[in-house]
């Protein structure tokens, strides 16, 4: 049982309420099918286990445009395979464009160079239909692959969504991503074209990609042609590079307007990866209509993104959060591109393009939220944040302190939207919503449309209150159609639908509240099996994010031959701090006060640093294995680190173990 006091955070007004889409929604569908469903349990019932009835009225509701009707809108409930509006022929990217307008910009974007600007509809619309006609005349047709390597910039958003109109399939990997990292990924799926940088800045220094992008290029055969973006350097030349043009002079390809491809609902829209921490990253295929009828409803029914309103989430081109933030111009929004560190010159340098760029949605990651809370920000002092209307939060679970900082230091009256999905769904299964209230350290709720549970190891519900795995027991049109080049589809089963046949295990440990609140508590991969009892890691770093001195950890729990077990932890001090007795005694008896006494590790042990995945995970399994004496090769993979030379301390550490 996870016994936790919250406190209240947040309430919507009568204006929030009044305003929702998913007000206007429940408004509708009673009006429209007789369904009287006015209060939120009660609709997320319903289109759970309902998911054939919610998803039509999503597709009427939001009038997608489909150039042939479907003939079903669902084939059965039968995980994998099941099929979504059949014989459907749709584009993502002409529902993207029906919401230009000249009254709003399309994009605004910034880096930390000072560079930066906004691109209005017409002009994103002209420069997408030229590089349209560009990658048409070099013989690009639907289903061929367009791989990048771009920063998050305006070049990227162009790129995605001249590739989306021809029906061209989409990849993308930022520039901070290693040669082996990019060929590991781009390899599989074999691309035509490669749009690729010259380099790019990050923490005030230049990172020259020229020889990584010619690398890339000899270990990808199929490539045809390069657009080449001289982004570091303005002066940049595609030297040594196949079939090479300037993206400017790609960008003059005369075009006769921007077309759209009519696609079937299942079409490749874009493919994303796993983090590739123990081998070579699964290549995961979204479809054009699953991901547009999710990002239709998450946009609007979840985020509450209204039309005008600025869209902002910190990422880059390999996090899917990028590809979520191009879809936050289905809802009418301005998407609001960051190129930098989040940290350069100063942690407040987001704060401050939140106010510089009117941002009405703000997004970022909670180890970010947890940063600024250390280093003692309060950027409602700092800067005017007036616009602001809510603060989305992923990427790992936000601990009950950052919710309290979020409100005492950013926006008392703001709406914090803390959510959790993944690269496997291309949104969020759980997460805002602008009818139910926030409280401290909990998701508002389970999506509509995701019939989410909290299972036991046998299968069955556990009781509300209890951690068991996440599962979700009906199929969603945004799961992956397929993995690419996993023709028998076992890398598919193998990967979320093995554990429990026939339902989708995520792999995160999951509380659901008796008040339908939610509490994830880390990855059930890294499960501490204490004695017989299960912890998740994230109630320990919840626990130890409130100890000064330490800026991050590591815990683990290692079982021996023998049936025993040891669990240590591993710390990052901040610096000046030193781990003494009194620290390491401030540690134990903060996770005996606050978890329990199967919380408190065997070992207290300072790291040089914690190794992190590019996409910014913990590696908590791979360190598991290397301390375990598993071959290196198997235990990690270096090229998808963020700081793969934190990890020589834990291989150094494993000789010291019996």
């Known amino acids: 049982m996870l016994e936790r006091e919250t406190a209240l955070l947040w309430t919507p007004d009568d204006k929030t309420r009044e305003n929702a ?11 429209h099918k007789r369904l009287s469903l006015d209060h939120y349990p009660a609709l997320w019932a319903w289109s759970a286990e309902h998911p054939e009835a919610f998803w039509e009225t999503a597709w009427e509701y939001f009038q997608v445009i489909s150039h042939t009707p479907y003939r079903q809108v669902l084939s059965g409930y039968a995980m994998p ?9 749709l584009n993502y990217a002409e529902h993207v464009f029906r ?41 690009v047709q639907r289903g061929d692959r367009i791989a990048a390597y771009l920063p998050n910039t305006p070049h990227a958003a162009i790129a995605v969504l001249a590739a989306m109109s021809i029906g061209a399939v989409w990849s993308s990997c930022s520039p901070d991503f290693g040669v082996s990292s990019v060929v590991d990924r781009f390899a599989q799926i074999e691309p035509k074209i490669l749009i690729a940088v010259d380099g790019y800045t990050y923490n005030g220094k230049p990172f020259d990609k020229r020889e990584a992008v010619r690398d890339i290029c000899r270990q990808l055969p ?4 390069v657009v080449f973006v001289p982004y570091l350097d303005e002066q940049a030349r595609p030297e040594g590079l196949p079939g090479a043009v300037l993206w400017d002079e790609a960008l003059q390809t005369p075009a006769n307007g921007l077309a759209f ?60 959060m990028w590809n979520f933030t191009i879809g936050s111009l289905l809802a009418g929004a301005t998407a609001v591109l960051y190129d930098g560190s989040p940290a ?50 992923t990427g790992s679970p936000l601990p009950p302190e950052g919710f309290r900082w979020v409100y005492e230091r950013v926006k008392p009256d703001v709406w914090l939207s803390s959510m959790s999905g993944g690269t496997d769904v291309c949104t969020a299964w759980v997460g805002g919503n602008p009818l139910l209230p926030v409280y401290e350290g909990e998701i508002q709720c389970r999506c509509l449309g995701c019939a989410m549970e909290s299972w036991d190891e046998d299968g069955r519900p556990v009781p509300p209150g209890e951690v068991g795995e996440m599962v979700v027991t009906r199929p969603m049109p945004s799961m992956p159609v397929f993995f690419w080049n996993d023709p028998d589809g076992s890398k598919y089963r193998s990967s979320y639908f093995e554990h429990y046949p026939g339902v989708w295990r995520h792999g995160d440990w999951l509380c659901i509240t008796p008040r339908q609140t939610l509490v994830i508590l880390g990855r059930s991969d890294a499960t501490l099996n204490r004695q017989g009892v299960r912890i998740g890691t994230a109630e320990i770093y919840r626990a130890l994010d409130k100890i000064p001195g330490i800026r991050d950890a590591l815990i683990l729990n290692i079982e ?29 008896q903060t996770l005996r006060t606050e978890c329990s006494p199967r919380h408190v590790p065997d070992a207290i042990i300072a790291a040089p640093d914690i190794p992190y995945t590019i996409s910014g995970k913990k590696m908590e399994t791979p360190v598991k294995k290397i301390l375990q004496k598993k071959p290196l090769d198997k235990a990690y993979n270096p090229d998808s680190m963020r700081n793969p030379e934190a990890m020589q301390f834990f291989i150094e550490w494993a000789k010291k173990l019996l």
């Open 21 to 31: 889409h998913l007000t206007r929604y429940m408004r509708w569908l009673k009006a």
């Open 344 to 393: 350069y010159p100063s942690l407040d340098v987001l704060w401050k393009l939140a106010e510089e760029a009117r941002i009405t949605h703000f997004g970022t990651s909670a180890p970010f939220i947890v940063s600024c809370r250390k280093a003692g920000l309060s950027p409602k002092d700092a800067f005017d944040l007036s616009a602001l209307r809510s603060i989305g939060s």
């Open 99 to 139: 919401c230009k307008s000249p009254e709003r910009p399309a994009l605004i974007f910034q880096n930390e160079r000072g560079q930066g600007g906004q691109l209005g509809w017409a002009d994103l619309e002209r420069q997408v239909a030229a590089l349209a006609q560009f990658l048409r005349q070099n013989g």
């Open 222 to 225: 199929s490539l045809q042609r």
């Open 560 to 588: 021996r031959p023998d049936g025993s077990d040891w669990m240590p932890l591993f710390v990052l001090l901040e610096p000046g701090a030193a781990l003494d007795d009194d620290l390491q005694q401030r540690i134990r």
């Open 81 to 89: 395979g099941a099929r979504w509006f059949e014989g459907a022929t």
């Open 261 to 320: 491809e009519p696609l079937p609902f299942e079409h490749p829209l874009w493919i994303l990866y796993s983090s590739g921490t123990t081998g070579v990253p699964k290549a995961i295929v979204h479809s054009h209509g699953g991901n547009l009828l999710e990002h239709l409803k998450y946009l609007h029914f979840h985020n509450d993104v209204h039309p005008g309103e600025r869209f902002f989430w910190y990422s880059t081109t390999g996090w899917m």
